[in-house]
Nanobody, 121 residues
Framework: VQLQASGGGSVQAGGALRLSCQASGVTFRNYSIGWFRQAPGKGREFVARINWSGKYYADSVKGRFTISRDNAENTVSLQMNSLKAEDTAVYYC?????????????????WGQGTLVTVSS
């Protein structure tokens, strides 16, 4: 299984970016897909996830970020709007093959390499 995250970059506060996670070796529609991020000097944290039961977001991004899945392309995207300086981080996508999952990182089996998002104020 390989996950390739892309779409990161530099943007001013209030701007938008769209991250994509492309998978090979796994069919996204069958599993839970999560986005996580790690800010400089901090631990990795949950951002959003999507699975058969719905879409879930961290409180810090709710209303600004939207996770979606394209089954035909086997990709999961994260649309990030109204970006803030505190959204600056390396963003990772991950796949959980477990029947039930949550925001806990330990439940995710495969991780992408990360893509850097820098938001300047």
């Amino acid at each position: 299984v390989q996950l390739q995250a892309s779409g990161g970059g530099s943007v001013q506060a209030g701007g938008a970016l769209r991250l994509s996670c492309q998978a090979s070796g796994v069919t996204f529609r069958n599993y839970s897909i999560g986005w996580f991020r790690q800010a400089p000097g901090k631990g990795r944290e949950f951002v959003a996830r999507i699975n058969w039961s719905g879409k879930y977001y961290a409180d810090s991004v709710k209303g600004r970020f939207t996770i979606s899945r394209d089954n035909a392309e086997n990709t999961v995207s994260l649309q990030m709007n109204s970006l803030k300086a505190e959204d600056t981080a390396v963003y990772y996508c991950a796949v959980s093959k477990k029947p039930y999952t949550s925001s806990a990182q330990s439940l995710y089996d495969y991780w992408g390499q990360g893509t850097l998002v820098t938001v300047s104020s």
